[in-house]
Structures are given as C-alpha cells and as structure tokens.
C-alpha cells in the first residue's frame, strides 16, 4: 500500500473509532441518567479498558502497526454497539 493511502487509512479509521466510542459513551451516560446502568456495566467500563490497553501493547511489542491497534480497538467497541443498542 502506497504511505499516503496507508496514512489516509490510519486517519480514517482513527476518526471513525473516535465517533464509534463517542456513540458507546453516549449510551452509556444515557442509561446511567435514566437510572438503567449497572454495577456489571460499569466494572466493564473499568476492565475493557485494561483489557484493550494489553492487547495494543502485545499488538506493537510483537512488531505490529498502528492500524493494527486501531483495528483492535474498533473491534472492541463495535461490540460494544452492539451490545448496548440491544
């Protein structure tokens, strides 16, 4: 892949995970102000984090990209989507 389409990949995709995790966030406060969340979604806000956090830094110590991590972390929060809107 030519660097410049690489680079614009990255920035793409970065700026779609930022809108995708604005959307869980979102949701997350929504139901917490209407009184829905709970103790077990708010221990996984906790420990997705960390959880996410270690799997990047495998993804880089073992020689991957950084588009590697943002797919990860988009991944994640693509499930967590999911997740909520159920």
Not at 18 to 45: F, N, P, S, Y
Not at 64 to 76: E, I, L, T
């Amino acid at each position: 892949m030519m660097i410049g389409l690489a680079w614009w990949k990255l920035a793409t995709d970065t700026t779609l995970l930022a809108m995708e995790a604005q959307l869980v966030i979102a949701t997350r406060l929504g139901q917490i102000a209407a009184g829905q969340g709970t103790a077990a979604e708010a221990q996984l806000m906790v420990t997705e984090k960390m959880l996410a956090f270690t799997e990047a830094a495998m993804t880089m110590a073992s020689g991957g990209s950084a588009h590697q991590v943002v797919k990860g972390y988009r991944r994640h929060v693509g499930k967590n989507v999911r997740r909520l809107k159920r």
